[in-house]
């Protein structure tokens, strides 16, 4: 509609004679987005993107529609302007039936208890009923990555030992990153597989998709030690810092699926494309490597890997060859907006991946990028949702800002023992608490002095990305964990209610993150304190066998003897003076260890 309409001229002086326009960016306000979303699924039945929304001075919506070609659109603009002029008060009065109509989503999910040990297993059996046995993923086509149902199932099976979790899991992740909808060249997942093959992506990259999926192969491979999760984290990470980091340090939010005016230019080939860059022998290779067999459009081939190769230096070599030769294409365009949320995502995987693959280079990406949400970002203790350029907006924080940033300052003192992110976080939290509270278990989208809509959203069922209701949970979780706080664990465990709702009705995949917080919240808490010089390479082994705990429940925190203002740490002393590891449940510790041997054994025990 941008193009078909908004850019055309006759129908652009159609709007600007009839109407107050106003293009809402849903990333920058997906307060605004939920709210007449809810009134657009009423009204038609079904929603999506792009949204129109004809509504009264006062905000009341009373029509709504999606996707409308330029004819129809320019009709129905008269036409409204019509029904405005000559029936008005008809209108406003459709405008008011509908607000009043409207039952907010969270209401709806309101009531009950934090997902419990029956109901996570019918959550696994409910996906099981709606998986993919035979291409991994649940359902058909178009496909999106299930990156938060993936977390649930992978912590879902170290808590029960279920193998079929982990084999559902598994599969997908090993589907969705051979296929063409996993970057071959240069790492990173598309928005979307067309296919329910994973073939043809939308070819759309997007920061939370990323973040939320590096991590989760990270903990693939943290389960299992296989080498193909442990490459895919990380070139998914790399990826990020590549292509996604601004100069202030912070990450944007996606690169467009089009370059010189078609989608996936930049990414696809044909045979002669390959021989030219490669030469006929590396070219015939590569044909069959990658599949070129015209997956795509006008004879080209989106890149998948089906098998690893024998020759992986030949494969090393074409792969690098063709990277080189890709990037001498003209790029897709950035959106270069930094969204606080999904920074807090990034913030998160890179702190983890850079530990458990002891790549320190992208824990200094992570800590460069909470250095500008704190000095960009942040004011006075509240969240700005977005900056460009090192600029903050003027788009005040809703709630998944605050939950998805206490989880990657939370991450990051686990990899660093900044007692400065363990204490941030908690300030985010408190701000979380007193703001966004709904005065029973759960919380609003926005806070209580944020622009008021026609309706105060709340909406705690996942998308693309956790919901804010459920990141806050989750950060809630583990700032309790790490600091035997009682009231941060009694609200996670109330917001996690409608997480049992949507799984009672079967409706897992809406509530993955939630269920995913459940694990964690039936496995732990169990708190791993790590104490010892920062230079003593025993420190730094103890503190490695600490992050290889796969509890959904586990937390880390690591610091020097003597340090007080971090709890789990406060008043412990070493053993024999050497580095010491602690392992706790609710702060009632085992006796220290201080070999990473008989850590390993405790956290087994």
Known sequence: MAHESFEDGETAAL??????????????????????????????????????????????????????????????LRAVQKAW???RDDVEEQGRHVVDALTPTGAALAGGLAPGEELLIDAVESLAENYDAARGGFGGAPKFPPSMVLEFLLRHHVRTKDDRALAMAAHTMEAMARGGMYDQLGGGFARYSVDAHWVVPHFEKMLYDNALLARVYAHWWRITGSPFARRIA?????????????????????????SEGEEGRYYVWTPEQLEEVL??????????????TGTFEHGTSVLQLLDDPDDRTRYERVRAALLAAREQRVPPARDDKVVASWNGLAVAALAECGALFERPDLVAAAEDAVRLLLT???????????????????????????????????????????PAHLRLAGELLETVQERFSD????????????????????????NATPSGQFAAAGALLSYAALTASSWARESAAGALAPAAVLAERGAARFAGWGLAVAEANLAGPLEIGILGPPDDPRTHELHRAALMATSAGAVV????????????????????????????????????????????RELQE
């Open 557 to 600: 925190s690591i610091g020097e003897p003597g340090v007080e203002d971090v709890p789990l740490l406060a008043s412990r002393p070493l053993v024999d003076g050497a580095p010491t590891a602690y392992v706790c449940k609710g702060f009632v510790c085992r006796l220290p260890v201080t070999t990473p041997a008989a850590l390993a």
């Open 439 to 462: 005065g029973q278990d759960g919380f609003y989208d926005t806070a209580d002095d944020a622009e008021r809509l026609f309706r105060r959203p709340k909406d705690p069922t996942d």
């Open 376 to 418: 960009v970002h942040l004011r006075d203790g509240r969240l700005t949702r977005t900056s460009r350029d090192g600029v903050a907006g003027a788009n005040t924080g809703v709630l998944d800002d605050y939950g998805n940033v206490a989880e990657g300052l939370l991450a990051l003192h686990g990899v660093t023992g900044d």
């Open 85 to 87: 002029t000559e029936q």
């Open 234 to 258: 990380l070139e998914t990470c790399d990826w990020m810092v590549h292509d996604l980091r601004t100069a202030e340090g912070g990450f944007a939010s996606a690169l467009d699926a089009d």
């Open 15 to 76: 709007m600007n004679e009839m109407f107050v326009n106003v293009k809402v960016d849903r990333e920058e306000r997906p307060d605004i987005d939920a709210v007449y979303m809810e009134a657009t699924q009423a009204m038609t039945g079904q929603g999506g993107w792009p949204m129109t929304v004809f509504m009264t001075p006062d905000g009341a919506p009373f029509y709504c529609g999606t996707y409308f070609p330029r004819p129809r659109f320019q009709a129905l």
């Open 279 to 292: 030469g006929p022998d590396d070219a015939a290779f590569a044909v069959e490597l990658f599949d070129v």
